[in-house]
Each structure stands twice: as structure tokens, then as C-alpha cells.
């Protein structure tokens, strides 16, 4: 009887266990997804278009904090010293290498650096605001050249509005040409259909932008550096150094240009206060301070080529060097 009734209950447990799943149990969210009703399909669509539209609008968002952060550093960059600036102070620590490889005598250091000096000096020639007015213009006066300036003459009050907006808004503002004024009278005769008076105006404003002090400074230094170049092919030294020497002196009148030079500042300190001249024995007192300060041409022809430094500072005076003296 009993094992009968063991026989049972081992058949029943065993019938019991065999209908059971192994596996985990479901975790509480997989518990009420499989109570949740299911949905039609239309509604399916519409919540993958949310989940679609939700996933869109963070990678937009993600790219708008890109473009945010872009736009911050790029403004920040021009808060700073232009790229003409940087450039030029590239230019005179380029100077100073080659000065040192010269006077190691390594030729090819020299050389190298050198051709930095070059490149970067081009570099400063696009970047000056007589070059960037300069290109506008002879853009514009092609522009209005033969049977095709009625056609292309929107394209010419372009240019000179671009020209005009370098010469009015500009970081290096002291070597900006003075023809604003002009090319306001010039962009609005190209409105007015006169062509023939905008070219010959824009003919001799490219004579008059050629001949800006900062483009020829610069062209100046370019011939330094191939003179520079010539002479480290021949290895001499002494030439080397003098066409350094010249070049430094060329970087430090453009350093000069770019700061604003100080007979401008005068000249504008004295048509805004025309009523505060000074009288004769006080002019002749700050006459006589200035030349006792300016150095003597024996001063001057006592210097030697390689005490010429590209900076400008109290070291570079005379005053300052007692051998000079």
C-alpha cells in the first residue's frame, strides 16, 4: 500500500517538475511589459516616429554645443592680436635663428630658417590691409573692362564695398590706405551706370595702394632675404650679416608702421588742440632736448652691422650701450 502511494507521489512530482521552464526569472520591467496591452500598428508607427524624432534632436543638440564652443574660440582668437601681428612676430624670432646660425656658422640651419623668414613674409603680404584693398580694386576694374561692364558691374560695386569695408573696419588700422572717402564717391558712381569715371578712379586708386609704405617695406624684405640667400651660397659671412642687418631694420620700421608711429599720434594731438601752442622759448628747450637725445652720425657709424637686433626697446637706443659712446 505504501509503495503504492510512494510510486504516486514520485510520478506526480516528477510530472510537476517536468512542465517547468529553467532559466532566469523576469525581472520586474519584462513583468510588465508582457501585462501591458500591445499596441495597433499605427500607433507602433507613430511611437518609433517620437523615439526617431527624440533621437534627431539630441544629435542637433549635440552639434549646435559644437558649433557654440567654435564660435566662441573663434571669436576669442580675434579679440586677440591679428594674424599680421602674429605673423610679424614670427617673422622677427625667424630673424633672430637665422642671426644665431650665422654666427655658428651653420649654413644649413641657416638656410632652413631662412626660408621660413621668406614664407613668412609672404605670408604678411596677403595679410596687410593695403594688399586686401589692392585685390578688390583690380577685381572691380576688370570687372568694368570692355562690352561687359554693364553685365559684370554688380560684381565691381561688390568689390569696392569690399574694399571699402577693409579700409573702414580693420585690426591694423594704422596701415590701413586713406581712400575711404574716394571709394564711397566710386562704388556709387558704378550704381549710377558711369564706368568710364569708376575705372580711371579705380585705375589710380591700384597706382596710388601700390605704392602703400607697408607693401613696399615688405618687398623691401623679401629682396633682403634673397640677397641673404645669395651670400650664405657663397658663405660670406660678412654679407650674411649685413643683409640680416638690413632686413632687421626694415622689420622694425614695419613693427613701427603697425603700432601707429608716434609723428601721427603729433599730428593728430595738434589739430584737436590748436589753441595749446606752445611759445617760442618752450619749443626751442624740447628742440634742443630732442637733439641732444638723437645720436651723432660718428654714434651711428661707430655701430657695427651685428649689434642690429630685429626689437625695439630702451637695450636698442644709444644711450643704452656704453661702447657706443
Known amino acids: 500500500m505504501y ?16 512542465g517547468c521552464q529553467s532559466g532566469q526569472l523576469p525581472t520586474e520591467p519584462e513583468a510588465q511589459a508582457t501585462t501591458e496591452v500591445q499596441l495597433d500598428p499605427e ?8 523615439l526617431k524624432s527624440q533621437t534627431s534632436a539630441g544629435s542637433v543638440i549635440k552639434s549646435l554645443s559644437k558649433d557654440i564652443s567654435r564660435k566662441e574660440a573663434l571669436k576669442a582668437q580675434a579679440a586677440g592680436p591679428s594674424l599680421l601681428q602674429r605673423d610679424f612676430g614670427v617673422a622677427r624670432g625667424l630673424l633672430v ?9 651653420d649654413w644649413d640651419t641657416a638656410a632652413s630658417d631662412l626660408d621660413r623668414l621668406e614664407a613668412t613674409i609672404g605670408l604678411m603680404l596677403s595679410e596687410t590691409p593695403a ?29 569696392v564695398l569690399a574694399a571699402l569695408d577693409v579700409a573702414l573696419d580693420n585690426a591694423d ?48 624684405a623679401a629682396e ?42 603729433e599730428e593728430e594731438t595738434q589739430e584737436a588742440e590748436p589753441e595749446e601752442t606752445p611759445a617760442a ?9 630732442a637733439a641732444a637725445k638723437a645720436p651723432s652720425p660718428e654714434t651711428r657709424s661707430s655701430g657695427t652691422p651685428a649689434e642690429k637686433e630685429p626689437q625695439a626697446g630702451p637695450e636698442a637706443s644709444p644711450e643704452a650701450s656704453p661702447a657706443r659712446r
Do not use: W
Open 43 to 50: 500607433q507602433q508607427v507613430l511611437l518609433e516616429k517620437i
Open 131 to 159: 594688399s586686401q584693398v589692392l585685390a578688390n580694386l583690380e577685381r572691380a576694374c576688370f570687372a568694368l573692362q570692355g562690352s561687359a561692364a554693364g553685365i559684370e558691374a554688380d560684381y565691381a560695386s561688390v568689390c
Open 224 to 265: 633682403g632675404v634673397r640677397g641673404a640667400r645669395e651670400a650664405m651660397l657663397r658663405k660670406a659671412g660678412y654679407v650674411v650679416v649685413a643683409e640680416l642687418d638690413q632686413l632687421s631694420d626694415l622689420l622694425n620700421s614695419f613693427g613701427t608702421m603697425l603700432k601707429a608711429a608716434p609723428e601721427f599720434v
Open 173 to 220: 588700422a594704422p596701415l590701413v590706405p586713406e581712400i575711404a572717402g574716394d571709394l564711397e564717391k566710386t562704388k556709387k558712381s558704378i550704381d549710377r551706370g558711369e564706368y568710364k569715371d569708376a575705372q580711371g578712379a579705380l585705375t589710380r586708386y591700384v597706382g596710388t595702394v601700390s605704392a602703400h609704405r607697408s607693401l613696399t617695406n615688405l618687398k623691401r
Open 281 to 289: 622759448d618752450e619749443e626751442t628747450g624740447q628742440n634742443a632736448d
Open 3 to 18: 509503495r503504492h502511494l510512494l510510486c504516486l507521489a514520485f510520478l506526480g512530482t516528477a510530472v510537476f517538475l517536468g
Open 97 to 105: 635663428s637665422v642671426r644665431k646660425a650665422v654666427h655658428r656658422e
